[in-house]
């Protein structure tokens, strides 16, 4: 178990329609990461977050948005959703920002229908 | 454009039978290279990081090294409980911790 948790575990939607993920990180981590895994991308980084502010950011498209709430929980939001969104979305955490080891929740499976 | 390889895609291996991965990266400044285990349905998990040239880290059966441009994962008599796909990924320069990941390798072990 990583400490790491994300919900729901598997969504299922319709295009056009609008999701949010969330992610709790490690306790004692402020750095968290979102990464898009699908079978012929591989894992991509998406954005990064440390302490509630937006760190870096990586190819994630416009529709989607992410952010950091004070008790560093964080959410992705993905919204007028399309077939090729359906992937899994991993969150991750990490101590801070230097080159520490990111530690992987077990994502979340979106299917678009 | 900062990029990492590994190879081979899939290896499978009989129990007992060692052998090695390969992740091979071109990036602009090299912050960090790690090794994650991922099995179906789970998220990676971390096991080593390596940081510099020469350095090694190992872990029951697994040994990673690094040189200035791969590393490899090597595997010491594998058990059928090592299946799973190993991913590689090198920590970029810029502030930040931003991991690009290879495609990974397959690896099933046969009892």
């Known amino acids: 178990d990583s400490g790491v948790t994300q919900t729901p575990k598997h969504l299922i939607t319709a295009t056009g329609q609008r999701v949010t993920l969330r992610c709790s990180p490690r306790s004692g981590d402020l750095s968290v990461y979102w990464y898009q895994q699908s079978l012929d991308q591989g894992l991509q980084f998406l954005i990064q977050y440390y302490n509630g502010e937006e760190r870096a950011k990586g190819n994630i498209l416009e529709r989607f948005s992410a952010q950091q709430f004070p008790d560093l929980h964080s959410e992705l939001n993905l919204s007028s959703l399309e077939l090729g969104d359906s992937a899994l979305y991993f969150c991750a955490s990490s101590v801070d920002s230097s080159n520490q080891p990111q530690h992987f929740g077990d994502g979340t499976r979106l299917s678009i229908l | ?111």
Do not use: M
Not at chain 2, 18 to 47: A, H, I, M
Not at chain 2, 51 to 77: V, W
């Open chain 2, 1 to 111: 454009e900062d990029q990492v390889t590994q190879s081979p895609e899939a290896l499978r291996l009989q129990e007992g039978e060692s052998s090695s991965l390969n992740c091979s990266y071109t990036v602009s400044g090299l912050r960090g290279l790690f090794w994650y285990r991922q099995d179906p349905g789970k998220g990676p998990e971390f096991l080593f990081t390596l940081y510099s040239a020469g350095e090694e880290k190992e872990k029951e059966r697994l040994k990673a090294t690094l040189t200035k441009k791969e590393s490899f994962l090597h595997i010491t008599a594998p058990k059928p409980e090592d299946s799973a796909t190993y991913l590689c990924a090198v920590g970029v320069s810029g502030g930040y911790n931003k991991l690009i990941f290879g495609a990974g390798t397959r690896l099933a072990v046969h009892p």
